[in-house]
């Protein structure tokens, strides 16, 4: 199952189903997340591929935070990357960079060996703005061990834990008990999230397209409003379906991995998208209509 934080982070940075209920996003601490086995799976390759859809200002940044709370996860829980070769390869290729050292110099200090994290501290790859953070406050915690006398300044501390968690880490949330500590009082902080993190929600973008797969069926946007984009491979026939099984929509193809199908003058409510293959394969999707 997902963490606590990458789920928060799932729910406030990304659309999201109706049938998806977040529970507290706001505060970081909880969440709850009703998925199958194959949403889960399909939730967490969007984020790896980047055709999960995120807001508009910093996606890029939003995105990578979602990854590094992912990659946390499937190191904690490899069960998770058996069914896909998308997660696999995401670990793969993130061996010896930000993401595989943050992983590990956690684990290191949860166990004491400050001279392995002493060791990857001095090999960082300060690659991106998440990187940066997550190095200062490792190296902050690695000098208070070696010398028990020592802090960080206030002023340097502060201004990690005044930064948005959403688009520079949970290690915000780790900088502000550090705070706390330090001026033995509980601190109320900026959380520099912008509107959005207040209630006010932007432009979603994904930074990536979702492509045509032998083994998937892909809709987007969803919710949709006008239209919504079908993929997969080698298509015959598109069917919007009703609830009760009412066709409301049939789209007739020939041999095609991408078709659009206007719901402009459909009602809001949930529908289903039936594509027949040539190979006369089934494959079936929710879509909710707004």
Not at 125 to 147: I, R, S, V
Not at 163 to 169: E, S
Request: with cysteine; net charge neutral; proline share 4%.
């Amino acid at each position: 199952m997902t963490n606590s934080y990458l789920t928060s982070i799932i729910c406030i940075n990304t659309k999201i189903p109706d049938d998806i209920t977040c529970g507290r996003c706001n505060s970081g601490t909880g969440i709850i997340m009703p998925l199958s086995r194959s949403d889960l799976d399909s939730t967490l390759e969007a984020i790896v591929e980047g055709t999960i859809e995120v807001p508009a200002d910093y996606a890029a940044q939003r995105r990578y935070v979602m990854q590094q709370q992912l990659f946390e996860m499937l190191q904690s829980n490899p069960s998770l990357l058996n069914q896909s070769a998308s997660l696999q390869s995401f670990i793969q290729n993130n061996q010896w960079t930000g993401l595989d050292f943050i992983y590990f110099t956690g684990y290191y200090l949860s166990k004491g060996n400050m001279d392995a994290v002493n060791l990857l501290l001095s090999f960082w790859p300060n690659q991106t703005n998440l990187d940066n953070n997550y190095y200062k406050y490792f190296d902050w915690l690695a000098q208070m061990y070696d010398n028990p006398d020592w802090q960080p300044s206030q002023e340097d501390v502060l201004e990690l834990a005044n930064k948005c968690p959403l688009r520079n880490g949970v290690v915000v949330y780790a900088a502000r008990n550090l705070y706390n500590a330090m001026t033995r009082t509980i601190n109320h902080f900026q959380d520099d999230c912008n509107s959005y993190y207040r209630g006010v929600r932007s432009d979603f973008i994904r930074l990536n397209e979702p492509t045509a797969t032998k083994s998937k069926l892909v809709i987007y946007p969803n919710p949709a409003k006008t239209s919504v984009n079908v993929l997969c491979n080698k298509m015959k026939q598109v069917e919007l379906l009703g609830l009760f099984g009412r066709k409301v929509i049939t789209k007739m193809l020939s041999n095609t991995d991408k078709t659009v199908i206007d719901i402009s003058t459909l009602q809001k409510g949930l529908f289903l998208i039936k594509v027949i293959t040539t190979d006369n394969n089934v494959k079936i999707e929710k879509l909710i209509v707004e």
